[in-house]
């Protein structure tokens, strides 16, 4: 799940947070609240980014950083 927050007005990319979760919907709000809390945003200043979100781990040649939370979040 990539998000943007209000560090996209300064040009700073999104981050990619992968989740485990049962559903797109579900994936969507841990991403979203671990976001929101860890950059101390509020949600509705969130943005998702569909180019960059999807099933899975990115690829390795994806060209871009990502943060695993599967451990630190569990389902």
């Not at 990539?2 to 992968?18: H, K, S």
């Not at 979760?21 to 569909?50: F, G, T, W």
Request: with cysteine.
């Amino acid at each position: 799940m990539t998000i943007a927050g209000t560090e996209r007005f300064d040009g700073e990319a999104p981050y990619t947070w992968v989740v485990e979760a049962r559903d797109v919907a579900s994936a969507m709000n841990k991403a979203m609240a671990y976001h929101a809390l860890s950059q101390d945003q509020r949600l509705c200043d969130l943005e998702i980014d569909p180019l960059r979100t999807f099933e899975g781990l990115p690829p390795p040649d994806c060209g871009y950083y990502w943060n695993d939370l599967r451990a630190a979040a569990p389902d």
